[in-house]
T-cell receptor
């Protein structure tokens, strides 16, 4: 079992819809969770961090964390074609001084 | 402008020819890290550094070396590159070891023939 799992996609949504991206992790003691966006050929860019159970909203983005079920999700409201990218979930596990990344979900927003 | 820079951005080399990829940040970050990114495998950490003269192995350190003599610089050294080290490499930094909101450099695409 991978430490951080994401569906590779592509996830295709129409413009204006809500895109829902999911991530599960295996280390129950993990405390810090991050979502990065990576455009093709570019470097990852941090878009959200979440540390406690519940929802965290930032503009059109909402991160949701459920530690009991060991999943973290990212919702993108009013999806735009410019949101088309690969979204990487990253988790800091217990006893590690590093992030573990999922392999990413490719999102396609259709105009 | 706050940034992480890497050089070179693209490199094609031959097996066994030593090379260094430089990484520099201007944000006074303590923590720096190197990753490689391969299709289907995602980002995997090679080495990281908590501060000057403090480095440690990540998940895939074999075939790589690093040094941290200055806070701003964290070069990645491949002493004898092999074709399986063909990959996209990213350097990243964060304010301190407990803050994992990392900022990534633009990447170095390395091809070893």
């Amino acid at each position: 079992q991978k430490e951080v799992e994401q569906n590779s996609g592509p996830l295709s949504v129409p413009e204006g819809a809500i895109a829902s991206l999911n991530c599960t992790y295996s280390d129950r003691g993990s405390q810090s969770f991050f979502w990065y966006r990576q455009y093709s050929g570019k470097s990852p860019e941090l878009i959200m961090s979440i540390y406690s159970n519940g929802d965290k909203e930032d503009g059109r983005f909402t991160a949701q964390l459920n530690k009991a079920s060991q999943y973290v999700s990212l919702l993108i409201r009013d999806s735009q074609p410019s949101d088309s990218a690969t979204y990487l979930c990253a988790v800091k596990g217990t006893g590690r001084r590093a992030l573990t990344f999922g392999s990413g979900t490719r999102l396609q927003v259709q105009p | 402008e706050a940034q992480v820079t890497q050089n070179p951005r693209y490199l094609i080399t031959v097996t066994g020819k030593k090379l260094t990829v430089t990484c520099s940040q201007n944000m006074n970050h303590e923590y720096m890290s190197w990753y490689r990114q391969d299709p289907g495998l995602g980002l995997r950490q090679i080495y990281y550094s908590m501060n000057v003269e403090v480095t440690d192995k990540g998940d895939v350190p074999e075939g790589y070396k690093v040094s941290r003599k200055e806070k701003r610089n964290f070069p990645l050294i491949l002493e004898s590159p092999s074709p399986n080290q063909t990959s996209l490499y990213f350097c990243a930094s964060s304010l301190y070891g407990g803050s994992y909101e990392q900022y990534f450099g633009p990447g170095t695409r390395l091809t070893v023939t």
